[in-house]
């Protein structure tokens, strides 16, 4: 007979997994049951928050079960998620932004970059492994990331949500504070597990603790954004 495998009481690292299963699940299941509550402009972002927790649920209930079953980092989950998700936030970004103006371009540039970001990412922590491989492919991972973070707080996105002023200005500056703040979390993890001396303890804590505040709380943030302008 086969058992689901115990999880030890003293695998915290398991035990981030677990709960953010269940804050995931929880979070779609409010997203999806307010969404109705609010007009069209409204519904689609709240609808796309719950897409993104949902989608986390699933991966954290494969990558729970192979943390438990294997203490190693579901690499391959963590980032087939992340790919799914990533993008969905770049949608996020266009459709606050879109009563400014922004165009679909804004957002395949961001895509673009994001997918940049994450596959030079996935070739330093599961392909290239060894010697220079992972801080190589880091790097370049940074700097896609830091065009994201220009192209927001400096570029096209920010002169259309300052043009807009009001309630898209002030949503665009907290998007921007989760992108710079918030997406950092995601390579302190990545430089404290790489290489012979990493540590997917601290590895997987930190990248569980970065999904909480980066889906979760972000879709919060947009829900309370959608409750302020429709009240
Ligand atoms: C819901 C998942 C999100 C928002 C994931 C975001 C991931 C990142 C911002 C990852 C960034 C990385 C770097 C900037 C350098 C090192 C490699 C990565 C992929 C961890």
Not at 160 to 172: D, E, I, N, Y
Not at 195 to 213: C, H, Q, T
Request: net charge negative; hydrophobic share 55%; with cysteine.
């Amino acid at each position: 007979m086969t058992v689901a495998p115990a999880m030890a009481t003293d695998d915290y690292v398991g035990f981030t997994f677990f709960v953010g299963c269940m804050a995931m699940m929880a979070a779609s299941a409010f997203f999806f049951l307010s969404m109705n509550s609010f007009d069209n402009k409204w519904k689609t972002s709240i609808l796309v928050s719950g897409l993104i927790t949902f989608i986390a649920a699933v991966h954290y209930w494969y990558m729970r079960d192979y943390w438990a079953t294997n203490a190693t980092s579901p690499t391959f989950f963590r980032y087939v998620d992340w790919v799914l998700t990533v993008p969905l936030m770049c949608v996020e970004f266009y459709l606050i932004l879109k009563a400014a103006g922004a165009t679909k371009q804004l957002m395949w540039k961001m895509i673009f970059a994001s997918a940049v970001m994450l596959v030079t990412g996935y070739f330093g922590e599961a392909v290239y492994t060894t010697g220079s491989g992972p801080a190589v492919w880091g790097l370049v991972s940074g700097i896609a990331y830091f065009y994201i973070v220009y192209e927001i707080w400096m570029g096209g996105a920010s002169k259309l949500a300052a043009s807009a002023g009001g309630a898209v200005q002030s949503a665009h500056k907290t998007l921007c504070w989760f992108v710079l703040v918030g997406w950092a979390i995601y390579p302190i993890g990545y430089f404290l597990g790489i290489g012979d001396g990493g540590s997917p303890e601290a590895l997987n804590v930190i990248y569980n603790l970065a999904d909480f505040v980066n889906k979760i709380a972000f879709g919060v943030f947009i829900w309370s954004a959608a409750v302020q302008d429709s009240e």
